[in-house]
């Protein structure tokens, strides 16, 4: 997964007109806030390109992100003058330093495999808040909400490009399979095709709250509509 600059690029473009970050970090801001308003520092755990970081670094005062994807951290890296970004895993991240408030969204949680890595990266967001600090994560579906067969599609025009993608997921035990292909039509080079597979793990809403529980959080599930998984909220007792 974004194993060369070229990937780290189609998603940055990709994900910029699929998404809008900018409310979705207003949304979350917002959840962190209700419960500690005087947050002024954040940390976006698997930040990918930083694109949600940029959004976040104009509401806190003092803002960084980390990604397992040196490729995804050096996107974010330069979109972010003054920002800093690291490279690192978020089950075993130490940066010797902690936030009011520690973010992870769009399903990154969703990459790992076991129950362990979940409680694993769940007591390294933690070490980095300071006491009632909010953990905010973006779960992938769970066993009972996700649909089978699922298919996504998204086309659009950026310059002299066409970029399209179709994703179709399937269900394996409690794993989502997701099969992607792009296709990117280039005014100068013409078509290109490449495709992955990423997998994605259906966590139980147990499972996501006994993680924050046994890290010391009090824990809730807030919707967020718009089809998406909700988020997971925490605060260090
Ligand atoms: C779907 S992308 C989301 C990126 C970004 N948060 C966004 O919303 O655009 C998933 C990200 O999780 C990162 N990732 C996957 N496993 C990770 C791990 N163990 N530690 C840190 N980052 C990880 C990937 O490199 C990728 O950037």
């Not at 390109?49 to 890296?77: E, N, P, Y």
């Not at 792009?182 to 990423?198: L, P």
């Amino acid at each position: 997964m974004y194993e060369n600059k070229s990937q780290a690029e189609l998603y940055d473009r990709l994900y910029q007109d699929r998404k809008d970050y900018e409310a979705e970090a207003a949304q979350v801001a917002g959840f962190i806030r209700g419960r500690k308003p005087d947050a002024a520092s954040l940390l976006d755990v698997a930040c990918g390109t930083g694109i949600h970081l940029a959004a976040f670094a104009k509401i806190f005062d003092r803002a960084a992100g980390i990604d397992l994807s040196q490729w995804m951290a050096d996107l974010a890296f330069e979109r972010l003058a003054g920002v800093p970004v690291h490279q690192g895993d978020m089950r075993s991240f130490d940066l010797g330093e902690t936030f009011d408030a520690v973010v992870c969204m769009f399903s990154s949680i969703g990459y790992l495999r076991t129950v362990e890595d979940l409680d694993s990266a769940v007591r390294a967001m933690t070490r980095h808040l300071v006491e009632d600090g909010v953990l905010a994560i973006e779960p992938w579906y769970f066993p009972d909400n996700f649909l089978p067969g699922y298919v996504s599609t998204h086309a659009f025009k950026d310059g002299d490009q066409g970029i399209s993608r179709v994703s179709h997921s399937t269900r394996e035990g409690n794993v989502t399979r997701m099969e992607i292909h792009y296709v990117v039509a280039d005014a100068g080079t013409g078509i290109q095709h490449r495709s992955e597979v990423d997998y994605l793990t259906l966590f139980s809403r147990e499972e996501y709250t006994n993680a924050f529980r046994k890290s010391g959080l009090d824990v809730e599930y807030v919707e967020t509509g718009g089809g998406r998984p909700g988020f997971f909220l925490g605060t260090r007792k």
